[in-house]
């Protein structure tokens, strides 16, 4: 049986004491220690700045489930902005193209290598620009399909694998993953639209089963991102 209930009061507190404590480590201020999502301002055309809604739901979804202290908004960086390294989970979406510099390109291998963790979740035609950007990033690395039994899947909630918010061209939903000495730094969601799914409700006109799907998946993103250092 899918355990769908978050878990107990105990591991509330324990992931807040654990998060409170990795986020303090690197804080230069008490806001600083609140969990907050960073998302990437990249070039090429797409549209890096989509979903506006979805990651302040996200981050107020995430207080109230797990107890941690999230900022009510999330940041904007650029690969090459002093703030990156203040935030150890960035997130990427868009519809289009996207376009790194060789710079950009080595700036993010450093960031992920040095312990950041990237989640792309494509809003629908992102994946070959993505895929691209990708094997530039890790040439040595193959960004695999995540198995159903992946920890990703287990981190708060435990799932069957990235829920299907949009239908688009019917494929299913897949999750796919770059590992590097053992740990996940990149997760990329296809077909999923988990972005939309966090929207407010008059956005996309989405039911509220479909839209609690896309938070559990996003509440179980996150926790895997922030505990695993």
């Known amino acids: 049986m899918i355990r769908t209930r978050p878990r107990g009061t105990g591991a509330a507190a324990a992931l807040a004491t ?4 990795a986020t303090a480590a690197g804080a230069a201020t008490v806001d600083d220690a609140e969990v907050r999502i960073a998302r990437l301002q990249y070039g090429g055309g ?21 107890g941690v202290r999230t900022a009510d908004t999330e ?38 290598d040095g312990g950041g963790f990237l989640y792309a979740d494509d809003n629908y035609g992102l994946d070959a620009s993505f895929r691209t950007m990708v094997a530039r990033l890790y040439p040595e690395e193959e960004l695999a399909p995540l198995p159903a039994d992946h920890p990703v899947f287990r981190a708060w909630y435990d799932l069957p694998g990235p829920p299907k918010i949009h239908q688009h061209d019917g494929e299913p939903a897949r999750a796919f993953g770059v590992t590097r000495k053992g740990r996940l730094v990149l997760l990329y969601t296809w077909s999923a639209d988990i ?22 998946m996003a509440v179980n993103v996150l926790t895997y991102a922030l505990t695993r250092p």
């Open 18 to 21: 654990a998060i409170l404590l």
């Open 75 to 112: 940041a904007v960086v650029t690969l090459d902005s002093e703030d990156l390294y203040r935030y150890p989970f960035l997130y990427l979406s868009g519809h289009g193209r996207i376009a790194l510099s060789d710079a950009e390109v080595a700036e993010l291998r450093r960031y992920l």
């Open 195 to 216: 972005g939309d799914g966090l929207e407010d409700s008059h956005v996309h006109g989405d039911p509220p089963a479909v839209r609690e799907a896309a938070m559990r």
């Open 46 to 66: 797409g549209d890096w700045y989509c979903d506006p809604s979805s990651l302040p739901n996200w981050l107020e979804g995430y207080a109230q489930r797990t």
